[in-house]
Nanobody, 117 residues
Framework: QVQLVESGGGLVQPGGSLRLSCAAS????????MGWYRQAPGKQRELVAV???????NYADSVKGRFTISRDNANNTVYLEMSNLKPEDTAVYYC???????????WGQGTQVTVSS
């Protein structure tokens, strides 16, 4: 079992920056594919960024060049650094941990990010 706790959300102005953290508890953190997803009101949840156990990253086109995902295996933590934030980035951001071949999939409770003047 893996427990995920997100933090770092809040209210920022357009063009601002924010860093989200996801602290994981459980075994074999380094083997999980870690990701950030977001869900805005009235919209479906979408993938924002993913980082594999080999530290390979992938991003949604809408955030490329602005967001950076990273992981610190020593501290069982994954980060999402967000810059040049836009109002359309407003959403609840969820941390995800997955072992696809084992059909394991875990979610955090989410943290609210609001980008507004």
């Amino acid at each position: 079992q893996v427990q995920l706790v997100e933090s770092g959300g809040g209210l920022v102005q357009p063009g601002g920056s924010l860093r989200l953290s996801c602290a994981a508890s459980g075994s074999a953190f380094s083997l999980y594919r870690m990701g950030w997803y977001r869900q805005a009101p009235g919209k479906q949840r979408e993938l924002v960024a993913v980082i594999t156990s080999a530290h390979v990253t992938n991003y949604a086109d809408s955030v490329k060049g602005r967001f950076t995902i990273s992981r610190d295996n020593a501290n069982n933590t994954v980060y999402l650094e967000m810059s040049n934030l836009k109002p359309e980035d407003t959403a609840v951001y969820y941390c995800n941990a997955a072992r696809l071949l084992l059909r394991l999939n875990y979610w955090g409770q989410g943290t609210q990010v609001t980008v507004s003047s």
